[in-house]
């Protein structure tokens, strides 16, 4: 708090540059000439919860404007409503078509993974390849990055004699395991509880681990490269005090061979010695229910690739997939943003999705499933007399529970006209007034997000 004060104080007194987190534009500027916005695309731009719900990208080119001032976005990987507003000219675009130095981009190498299976050559979850590209890189004196968006040993822990799993008693999800401090945790709420020694339902002496995440990578890997110096950086240890820094310094200072990760190691690494980076399961990154799944997961990949070959000789991105034939692998393999961007948006308004149009997102909770039910059915009802197929739901999302709280979600999709959008937001808030002046509804907890 003290570090805001006086970040604060410092806008107050005219400090020429400011370099500040998404919150930064909340600032009380009276000189403001530009704004930087670096890696626009990145979604923690976004604040999804609690409110105040905003895009802070959006809010800072809006601030911008009340100041007369110039925006700048910074990105490899665009967003698709970015990149739309630069081809319908309402951005200037300028590209830069080679890296800093004229090094080459990473060579991406596809593994197969099915038919590594077929083979017998896979060897826990790394292909031979892998393995290999591995060791020659230690041997070349090269450091290394792992990538799996997946804290954790493995996220589901399963009885091979009744099929149990254990739970989140707080929300509709299976507890992730976590090795290294021996607990079952929920990614979710927090909950947290011993690992059972043998079966809570059949008494079967034995658990299997299903699935992998950064802790299991960071375990299995030193079989197979027992020489490395191996080190892990996700959420698990970020929370603890200069985490991130310690393991960033050792890093850099190559007392780390092979850094496994998350998507915390995509954004903005720069390392002399980084020579591979290999993406453990590529297949993980696009399957969810959401539209921008696709433009995520190139995000993703693209950034990650471009940590390894930074200076001096060319990278390579060892990539494994059971899908080796999929389209959006072809357009990453590339580097062909503007193809990927051409089918994207076509995709976008062929089934009308933003940039071309305006989402509201809904979301009811309650602690008696009945309630959650009846009080969304209620509001779209009342929406959808106004505003006819604009409104899609009610719907349970995938995790219809969190933090003892059941959960149902309503859908508004709109035509980007000013006029709509305000009647919208007007009569929204009213309605839920009015949804939670029923009887026995008064707890029904609503959220608006604009442009999830």
């Not at 030193?222 to 490395?228: C, G, I």
């Not at 007399?385 to 979600?409: C, H, Q, T």
Request: hydrophobic residues 35%; charged residues 30%; positive net charge.
């Amino acid at each position: 708090n003290q570090e805001r004060v006086e970040v604060w104080n410092a806008v107050l007194t005219g400090k020429g540059v400011i370099l500040s987190a998404r919150s930064g534009i909340f600032l009380p500027f009276t000189n403001l000439k530009c704004i930087v916005i670096d890696e626009e695309h990145d979604p923690s731009y976004k604040q999804n919860d609690p409110s105040p719900r905003y895009q802070g990208r959006d809010a800072a080119i809006f601030l911008a404007k009340l100041h007369g001032a110039k925006t700048i976005l910074g990105s490899a990987t665009p967003s698709v409503e970015t990149y739309k507003n630069a081809v319908d000219k309402k951005y200037a675009c300028i590209k830069l078509n080679e890296r800093f130095g004229g090094i080459l981009m990473p060579e991406f190498l596809i593994v197969d993974l099915t038919a590594e299976s077929k083979k017998r050559k896979l060897q826990a979850h790394f292909s031979e390849k892998l393995i290999e590209i591995l060791t020659e890189n230690l041997y070349n004196k090269k450091q290394a990055i792992l990538f799996q968006n997946r804290r954790g040993y493995a996220p589901i822990i399963e009885c091979p004699n009744c099929d149990w799993s254990m739970e989140c008693p707080n929300c509709d999800v299976h507890l992730t395991f976590h090795k290294f401090s021996k607990t079952m945790r929920c990614h979710y709420c927090g909950y947290s509880t011993k690992l059972p020694e043998e079966c809570p339902a059949c008494g079967h002496p034995s658990l299997e681990v299903k699935g992998i995440g950064t802790e299991r990578i960071e375990d299995e890997i030193s079989n197979y490269l027992p020489d490395a110096k191996i080190s892990r950086l996700d959420m698990d240890v970020a929370r603890k005090k200069d985490g991130i820094q310690k393991i960033l310094t050792d890093f850099e200072d190559q007392k780390i061979d092979i850094l496994v990760g998350t998507q915390m190691i995509t954004k903005g690494l720069d390392f002399d010695h980084i020579g591979v980076v290999g993406i453990i399961n590529f297949d993980q990154l696009y399957r969810f229910p959401d539209f921008r799944c696709q433009e995520r997961a190139f995000q993703l990949v693209t950034q990650v690739a471009g940590r390894a070959g930074r200076k001096n000789d060319q990278g390579k991105v060892v990539l494994q997939t059971y899908h080796p034939g999929h389209p959006l692998l072809k357009k990453i393999i590339e580097y062909d943003f503007e193809g990927f961007f051409e089918t994207e948006i076509e995709e976008r308004q062929k089934f009308f999705y933003p940039p071309f149009c305006k989402i509201i997102h809904i979301t009811i909770r309650h602690k008696d499933y009945g309630v959650a039910d009846k009080s969304a059915k209620y509001l779209t009802t009342k929406l959808t007399s106004k505003f006819g197929n604009r409104i899609k739901g009610p719907v349970e999302p995938p995790i219809a529970r969190v933090r003892n709280l059941f959960i149902r979600e309503v859908w508004i999709k709109l035509e980007r006209k000013q006029e709509l959008i305000k009647s919208v937001k007007t009569d929204l808030l009213k309605l839920i007034f009015e949804t939670q002046s029923q009887t026995g509804w008064s707890n029904v907890r609503f959220s608006i997000d604009v442009d999830p």
